[in-house]
């Protein structure tokens, strides 16, 4: 039988998603924890396979996992996740037929980028944003693979940039992206969003054929993959064990690190302003 999880982490300490000979990945704790609890045995034959792979330090709340098992009564997720660790979670599974490929047959992925707002003028950003809708050539806003030339054109279907308190929140949804795409055009909206560069530019950057430029890549930190959608969507069973369990722990860990941004804030020396500590 086939089953598919939907699974969240938090990928600060995580060589990505996609298992690595030894490198600590999502795939690889969620291979260790299926065996522990006997869901599988044999791990090729249960060909474990994502709906999308993210790099190292990119988070998720919806990344979709299948695999074929013969104890598809323990693959629950408040049963997985006593054997996962802290920052690798599921809450949601279903039955899917042999044939469902998480990664094929996904028809769009959503995912965010949160940076901190203080440093950008959205309504530039906006204005760049609405050229990335469409059809376009992302060839800049990706590595190119020589030994493996791929197509470069992607559609995206939403770019939506809003600010919300102290941060700014990037929301983007297509049917499929290339390696890096998003925290390129993050980039490229930052770079608007600062003044160094205008929307001529990034008019440029989606023409490839005429202008070539390299970009670097936003940091993954601020990345989280929200979504992926089907057609049909699988029956999903929604643990709410998992979910409560998991959102009583992050609701602590957010609070310490308020805690700890505020303290992080302190170390910042302002010698102008030294005070009298006498």
Do not use: C
């Not at 440029?204 to 390299?214: F, I, Q, R, T, V």
């Amino acid at each position: 039988m086939k089953v598919a999880l939907k699974i969240g982490y938090e990928g600060t300490h995580f060589s990505g998603s996609q298992i690595q000979p030894d490198k600590r990945t999502v795939e690889g704790e969620l291979l260790k924890a299926l065996r522990e609890t006997e869901v599988i045995t044999d791990a090729e034959a249960a060909n474990l396979s994502s709906s999308g792979r993210t790099d190292a330090g990119v988070h998720s709340i919806s990344q979709v996992v299948t695999f074929f098992t013969d104890n598809p009564r323990m693959a629950i997720p408040r049963i997985l996740n006593s054997k996962l660790p802290r920052d690798v979670w599921a809450w949601a599974y279903a039955e899917v037929p042999d044939g469902f490929d998480p990664r094929r047959h996904a028809i769009r992925r959503k995912y965010r980028y949160i940076l901190n707002a203080d440093e950008y003028d959205i309504s530039k950003m906006r204005e760049a944003a609405k050229l990335f809708i469409g059809e376009h050539n992302f060839s800049n806003f990706t590595k190119k693979d020589k030994k493996n030339p791929k197509s470069t054109i992607r559609k995206v279907e939403k770019l939506d940039v809003r600010s919300q308190g102290p941060v700014i929140k990037i929301d983007i949804v297509a049917n499929a992206y290339l390696w890096n795409m998003i925290r390129k055009i993050v980039s490229a909206l930052t770079l608007v969003g600062s003044g160094i560069r205008d929307t001529e530019w990034v008019t440029k950057m989606l023409d490839p054929e005429n202008y070539e430029e390299g970009i670097e890549p936003a940091p993954a930190y601020g990345l989280i993959f929200l979504d992926v959608q089907y057609n049909p969507e699988p029956d999903w069973m929604i643990d709410s064990y998992a979910i409560k369990h998991v959102n009583d722990f992050y609701t602590k860990e957010a609070n310490r690190f308020r805690v700890i941004s505020t303290i992080l804030e302190q170390f910042v020396m302002q010698p102008e302003k030294e005070q009298d500590l006498d």
